[in-house]
């Protein structure tokens, strides 16, 4: 589940968008200022809604700042903002904002807007091919080569060795899993996730003891 920190002064604003985007199937937190933004880890966040005119630091001056540090400077950032001219607008842009919105705007705009930048974002981040040792994926034919055969792969089975082998040694829960393998709305238990997972092993040989069962919470591919 993406997570968005909206950032902004008007508290009936910020619940407004809470609201909406939690509805859309987004996780969401909000900050009052950029000063308490900042204290949170920013790192976690997959977009950052933000207000232009904030009291104390302005939106302009925690975009500058958070795009010159490494460890935030990837982060998508969409502009809120009742300053309208072209000049704030080019200003925005020039401290690497991913999209504007000028307020007043309705909600349909700002969830389509929302959408628009992670599917970009997510497009630029994505690999286009993974591998460990003799194991190599190709995300843009789909394709499965382990120790120099093709080996056919589901949709379902594909999209869980990717999540595993795209973050080693961190643990998915079954739920994280379900949301990366499965389309939104489809009812999925735990054990059709372990049913998946066990011909994925099946289907990997001698790299099935690299996909590792954490008792009680999930998978996770193993460093070794």
Not at 141 to 160: A, H, K, Q, Y
Request: aromatic share 8%; glycine share 6%; charged share 25%.
């Amino acid at each position: 589940m993406k997570r968005i920190l909206v950032v902004d002064d008007e508290p009936d604003l910020c619940d407004i968008l809470r609201f909406n985007l939690q509805a859309a199937g987004y996780e969401v937190e909000t900050a009052r200022s950029a000063e308490e933004a900042l204290n949170k880890n920013l790192t976690e966040f997959d977009l950052l809604l933000l207000d232009v005119m904030l009291g104390g630091m302005s939106g302009f001056d925690l975009a500058h700042q958070l795009k010159a540090n490494p460890q935030t400077a990837h982060l998508p950032i969409i502009f809120l903002t009742a300053l309208d001219s072209e000049e704030n607008t080019l200003q925005g842009f020039r401290l690497g904002a991913d999209d504007y919105v000028t307020k007043p705007f309705s909600i349909r705009e700002v969830l389509a807007r929302v959408k628009a930048v992670l599917t970009r974002a997510a497009t630029a981040e994505t690999p286009q091919t993974l591998s460990y040792e003799g194991l190599t994926m190709n995300h843009t034919d789909r394709s499965v080569n382990i120790d120099g055969t093709d080996v056919p792969f589901t949709r379902t089975e594909f999209d869980l060795l990717w999540t595993l082998l795209s973050q080693r040694g961190k643990v998915f829960s079954r739920q994280e899993l379900i949301d990366q393998a499965w389309p939104p709305g489809v009812i999925v238990t735990d054990r059709t996730v372990d049913v998946n997972i066990t011909r994925v092993r099946k289907k990997v040989g001698r790299y099935a003891l690299c996909i590792v069962t954490r008792q009680g919470y999930g998978y996770y591919f193993c460093l070794s």
